[in-house]
């Protein structure tokens, strides 16, 4: 079905079906017809390629997607769903629904199950109370993955697109600088959603890198530490990580002194080599 972006015909289908909203569950729907195609075209749904999308909603982005990929495979929380999308994507052959939270299905057997000979994107206008946790899933897993092509808010993805060593970034940051090359794709203003939510929203694209920055051997330990690191806003690096990780200070500073860092620096201002170094030393010192 092409108008799913047309505010009488979501309407219509929506009270057909006796949907609700469910806040919740972040549901945000886009009703402007020039935002899917784009996530669509950028995200690299193409022959050839299979997607995974999270979150159909009413399946708006989904149509576009399954016009343009060899098939799609989307996981959606809510079934109360199901029934709209068998109306609204009935003309396509090429998608298939999991009705699950994507944050408990198994996306690694997924894709070997679903897309053999296929490249693999992940498309998602992303439900705001889950997206670091959804972006940090899909990278840290390690997935046979092109890219990750999601829309987020505004506040979101200033922290998501923020450069390691600037003052926006977190824990997030380091994982998406670490495992993709981020990309700010467009801009989408919050009169775009049905209904309506207080904040503009944006297109970020995550491609993927081949290989990770080198210097870390132990990435569990690594990204424990960066968490500990950026788990108090604005505290030097030793009070956050000696309190987070429940380690002596001295030992912390001693891991500080080792890779040559200013004794009182905070995590915003290391570089992704000064973050591997450091966390290097302290596993060296607390084995
Ligand atoms: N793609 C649609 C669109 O652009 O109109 C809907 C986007 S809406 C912002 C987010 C969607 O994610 C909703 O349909 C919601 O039910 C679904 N969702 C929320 N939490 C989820 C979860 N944990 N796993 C899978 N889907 C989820």
Same mark, same amino acid.
């Given at each position: ?10 309407? $219509?289908?929506?009270? +057909? ?17 020039? #935002?899917?195609?784009? *996530? ?13 999308? *999270? ?24 079934? @109360? ?19 699950? $939270? ?27 109370? *889950? ?5 940090? =899933? =899909? ?12 829309? #987020? ?5 200033? +922290?998501? =697109? ?11 940051? #380091? ?14 203003? !919050? ?7 207080? #904040? ?26 960066? !968490?500990?690191?950026?788990?108090? @806003? ?13 380690? $002596? ?16 620096? @905070? ?17 060296? =010192?607390?084995?």
């Amino acid at each position: 079905m092409d108008d799913l972006s047309n505010i009488g015909v979501v309407k $219509d289908i929506l009270s +057909r079906h006796g949907f609700t909203f469910s806040k919740a569950l972040g549901q945000n729907f886009l009703v402007n017809p020039t #935002v899917c195609p784009k *996530i669509a075209e950028m995200g690299g749904a193409a022959p050839g390629v299979g997607v995974i999308e *999270i979150g159909t909603g009413i399946g708006v982005l989904t149509n576009e997607l399954c016009k343009r990929a060899d098939k799609v495979v989307a996981v959606e929380i809510d079934d @109360r769903l199901a029934p709209v999308l068998e109306e609204t994507l009935a003309e396509y052959d090429n998608f298939k629904l999991i009705t699950a $939270d994507v944050m408990k299905v198994d996306l690694a057997s997924l894709i070997e199950e679903e897309f053999k000979d296929l490249d693999v994107v992940v498309c998602a206008n992303l439900p705001y109370y *889950i997206t670091s946790p959804v972006i940090m =899933l =899909l990278l840290e897993s390690r997935l046979r993955i092109k890219s990750v092509t999601v829309m #987020v808010q505004k506040e979101a993805g200033t +922290r998501l =697109l923020a450069k390691v060593g600037s003052r926006d970034m977190g824990a997030v940051t #380091v994982a998406t600088n670490y495992f993709s090359k981020p990309k700010l794709l467009f801009n989408v203003s !919050r009169g775009s959603f049905m209904p309506s939510p207080n #904040v503009d929203s944006c297109v970020i694209r995550f491609d993927i890198r081949e290989q990770t920055p080198e210097g870390v051997t132990d990435e569990a330990f690594f990204f424990k530490t960066v !968490r500990a690191a950026f788990s108090q @806003r604005r505290k030097t690096l030793a009070n956050s990580v000696s309190s987070a990780m429940g380690l $002596d200070k001295a030992i912390v500073n001693n891991a500080i002194e080792e890779s040559s860092l200013p004794p009182s620096c @905070r995590p915003e201002s290391l570089t992704m080599e000064q973050l591997a170094l450091f966390t290097e030393a302290l596993k060296r =010192l607390t084995l």
